[in-house]
Structure formats: C-alpha cells, structure tokens
C-alpha cells in the first residue's frame, strides 16, 4: 500500500458531518428532478436577438471531458495517488453542476428537438420515421437508459462523494463500484445522443 493511501485511510471519519451532507444530498437531488421535471412543461421566452443553440454541443463537451476526468481519476486511485483522484473528482462535479446548469437553462428556454423530425415541425410524421428507421429506436433507448442512469445516479454520486469527503473510506468504496460505472455511462452517452440527434438542430 502506497505511503499516500495509508496517510488518508489513518484519517478519522467526521460522522457528523457526513450525516448533515447526507440531508443537503436529499434535498439537492429533490430540486433538481423537480427542475427537470418542470423544463419539458415551462418555457421562459428569450428576446427574438438572444439564441442558446450554442448550448446542445456545450453539453455534449462537458459531459465528454467529465468522462475523461472519471477515467483519469479511476486510473490515479488504482495506483494509490489519492490526491490526484480527489482532484479529479472534484473536477468532475463541477464540471457535472455546469452541465446541469446549462441543460435546465437550454431547456427552459427552447422547444424540445425530436430525432427523425427533419422539417424541424416538432412532430415525427410517418414519412420521416420510415426515413430513420430502426434508429429512431436506438436512439431512444440510449436516451432514456441515460437519463433514467442520471436520475437514479445521482443521489448515490452525492452520497459517494460525501463518504469520501468525509473520510468513511469503506463506505466510499463500497459505493464507488456501481456508481462509478453509472456515472461513467451517463458521461459517456450524453455526447453520443448529442451526436445521434445533431442533424435534427
């Protein structure tokens, strides 16, 4: 075991803490699913000079270079290089409340944009599916696995995050398992439904 390990796993847990961040956890998850739960529903209109179109390919970046930095932090605790990893993860929220901010703004703001619909009429007529085919499928089936993945994830993302924050290692790992490769395929299929619906902006 590296000497860097060992220095942190002799750090005590801050219980106390970790049961404060816990409560905060459950309320953040709360409002943001309640945020996306209201942008398919509310649209705040934008002066006719201000677009956010620039914001679908911001996202899919994002959500790319979380990936990278999930990998990279991976990579940095198999080797013991736990300041690194902390970095890494740290990095990785911010990038992930980034992405959050923008996409609830995208879409508060902007018509929802349907795979298949190539005249840009916000309905996939009979023509258009026949045109797309069984990828309109695929499509679909990647898009809800990743926000499904997103929802469930992100309370348990939190509460890893926490553990780890707050020196309860075992419970850090234990979490880190199955929510590390939950965040990574999230990360990973945001930019490749981006890719999949590009044609459709």
């Not at 490769?181 to 890719?195: Q, S």
Request: with cysteine; net charge positive.
């Amino acid at each position: 075991m590296s000497n860097e390990r060992t220095e942190w796993l002799a750090r005590p847990p801050r219980e106390e803490l970790s049961k404060k961040l816990g409560i905060a956890a459950w309320v953040l998850t709360a409002a943001v699913l309640g945020l996306v739960g209201l942008m398919r529903q509310v649209k705040i209109p934008l002066p006719d000079d201000v677009s956010l179109s620039f914001l679908p390919p911001f996202h899919a970046a994002v959500n790319g270079a979380a990936a990278v930095v999930l990998v990279i932090a991976f990579v940095a605790v198999m080797k013991g290089r736990i300041a690194l990893h902390r970095r890494m993860i740290m990095t990785a929220m911010v990038l992930s409340v980034l992405f959050l901010l923008s996409y609830v703004a995208y879409h508060f703001t902007s018509s929802e944009v349907k795979f298949g619909d190539v005249n840009g009429d916000g309905t996939v007529d009979a023509a258009e599916l026949a045109r797309v085919g069984s990828m309109r499928t695929v499509y679909l089936l990647l898009l809800v696995s990743h926000i499904v993945l997103a929802a469930v994830s992100l309370p348990f993302i939190l509460f890893t995050f926490i553990a780890g924050w707050t020196n309860r290692f075992a419970a850090h790992r234990r979490l880190a398992r199955w929510v590390f490769p939950l965040w990574l395929y999230v990360a990973v299929t945001g930019p490749v439904c981006y890719w999949m619906l590009r044609p459709y902006y």
